[in-house]
Structure formats: C-alpha cells, structure tokens
C-alpha cells in the first residue's frame, strides 16, 4: 500500500496536456518547463504530483524526499529505478541510465502506484 510521506516541490510550467500522468517522472524541456520523460533511462528532475491539463498550466514537480510513482514492471524494495518510454518506473541497470528513485514498497506488476525516495544520478559502468 503506497504511502506518501513528503517531500520538496516545486511548481514548473507544463509543456503539454500531462493530465494522465501523475505520478509519472518528468523532465525538463525549456526553461522553468516540464515534460513526460519518455525516453528510456533518460534523465529526471522529479516526479509530476498533479495533473496540468494544457501547455502553461503550473505543474507541481517532487524534487525531493519520498513521492508516490507509477511502476512499469514488478521490482522489488531497494531497487534502483529509472524512467521507462512511458515516464513509469522500472529498474535501472544499464551504464548510463539515470537513476530517478530508489524503491521503498515492492511493485509487483506495471501499474502499481509505489513509494519511492527520489535520487538522482547516472549508472557507470562499475555500478552496474
């Protein structure tokens, strides 16, 4: 059962309609914007709380602490996860990924909405 603890947030601009994707990780796209990360182990700035309906509309990003996500596969607790093509969080494990959070509760299939701490650095190749 997924909780949600807290964290820092911060208020961006949606670059798009990102209404059905709380809970998703985004990425930065222009200046003081967000979009749905959708690109595989790409890099995060946090994960979307809300739901912005147009380009513009102020988009609540989790930066930091622990945040609910949307997982894209089973994992287990501790995982480190990154985005997949649909912004869902899956495990990282591949040099160069960008790791995005850190699993606290264990997903166990794509669809799950689980805790997570949110991190932020990139897989080498020693790490993986």
Same mark, same amino acid.
């Given at each position: 059962?997924?909780?949600?603890?807290? @964290?820092?947030?911060?208020?961006?601009?949606?670059?798009?309609?990102?209404?059905? +994707?709380? +809970?998703?990780?985004?990425?930065?796209?222009?200046?003081?914007?967000?979009?749905?990360?959708?690109?595989?182990?790409?890099?995060?700035?946090?994960?979307?709380?809300?739901?912005?309906?147009?380009?513009?509309?102020?988009?609540?990003?989790?930066? @930091?602490?622990?945040?609910?996500?949307?997982? @894209?596969?089973?994992?287990?607790?501790?995982?480190?996860?990154?985005?997949?093509?649909?912004?869902?969080?899956?495990?990282?494990?591949?040099?160069?990924?960008?790791?995005?959070?850190?699993?606290?509760?264990a997903s166990s299939e794509s669809g799950d909405i689980v805790e997570?701490?949110?991190? @932020?650095?990139?897989?080498?190749a020693s790490d993986s």
């Open positions: 059962m997924s909780q949600d603890h807290g @964290g820092k947030d911060i208020s961006l601009l949606a670059a798009a309609d990102l209404s059905s +994707y709380q +809970y998703h990780f985004v990425k930065a796209s222009a200046a003081n914007t967000v979009n749905l990360q959708s690109t595989d182990g790409g890099k995060t700035v946090g994960i979307l709380q809300d739901k912005p309906e147009a380009a513009s509309d102020p988009a609540l990003v989790r930066i @930091g602490e622990t945040s609910k996500v949307v997982a @894209g596969a089973a994992f287990d607790v501790d995982a480190l996860l990154k985005a997949n093509t649909s912004g869902h969080a899956i495990v990282a494990d591949t040099a160069g990924d960008w790791v995005g959070a850190q699993a606290l509760e997570v701490i949110i991190r @932020g650095f990139t897989i080498h």
